[in-house]
């Protein structure tokens, strides 16, 4: 009974959510490990939202990888005591705004070395910054170190990180990093070219 009450309320939250974002959704429940079941149910065209305190590093970063690599889906990655109500109120509408905390708009920031993957990363990243009316900053990386990742983040003050998942090591290193940057980590479907990816909110 619990566990049903706990479903109708996320299906409701999901409900309310969508019917502010108007987007069409469906909401499934499934048996097993939830952040495993959640990955093996994912497609190419889904975006996973996982928040840390569901898993240890470990588990999140399995599912992480099972979901970027093997279906190649992208995960949004929110670390404990991070929030996202507020990511992207710049670009809303103002009814959405009013109710909305007042903060200063914070950049979507791109981890890019220089490659076609990076640097398709950054264009991403740059045309969801012009969607959300949010400021764009590139963040120049030169190998796989999550703590200078996050460190260049930090100094830029980003609201959210966009990242390939190719660029990640071992299966902690997406979660370490959301919790060191202390912001959302996007982490793109690994070996696939995200441009052209952005979907046209304004005609939906």
């Known amino acids: ?19 502010e974002a108007h987007v069409d959704w469906s909401f499934d429940v499934a048996r097993g490990h939830p952040l495993a079941s959640l990955a093996a149910s994912a497609t190419s065209e889904d975006t996973i939202v996982i928040r840390s305190p569901e898993g240890t590093p470990g588990e999140i970063g399995r599912a992480v990888r099972s979901a970027t690599h093997e279906v190649r889906a992208d995960v949004l990655l929110v670390a ?19 109710h909305s905390a007042v903060r200063t708009a914070q950049p979507v920031v791109a981890a890019d070395d220089g490659s076609s993957i990076g640097q398709a990363c950054s264009g991403f990243a740059e045309a969801l910054a012009a969607r959300a009316g949010l400021p764009f900053y590139r963040l120049p990386i030169t190998g796989s170190d999550m703590a200078e990742i996050a460190a260049a983040a930090r100094r830029a003050n980003a ?28 982490l793109l479907g690994a070996g696939r070219d995200p441009r052209g990816t952005i979907i046209n909110t304004e005609s939906q």
């Open 1 to 19: 009974r619990d566990m049903r009450a706990q479903a109708e309320t996320a299906r409701r939250v999901l409900q309310r959510a969508a019917a």
């Open 159 to 186: 609201g959210l990180i966009v990242i390939n998942a190719e660029r990640l090591g071992s299966d902690e290193d997406a979660a370490r990093l959301s919790a060191a940057a202390g912001c959302p980590l996007l």
């Open 80 to 98: 404990r005591g991070i929030g996202v109500s507020g990511l992207f109120a710049a670009g809303t509408s103002h009814a959405t705004r009013r």
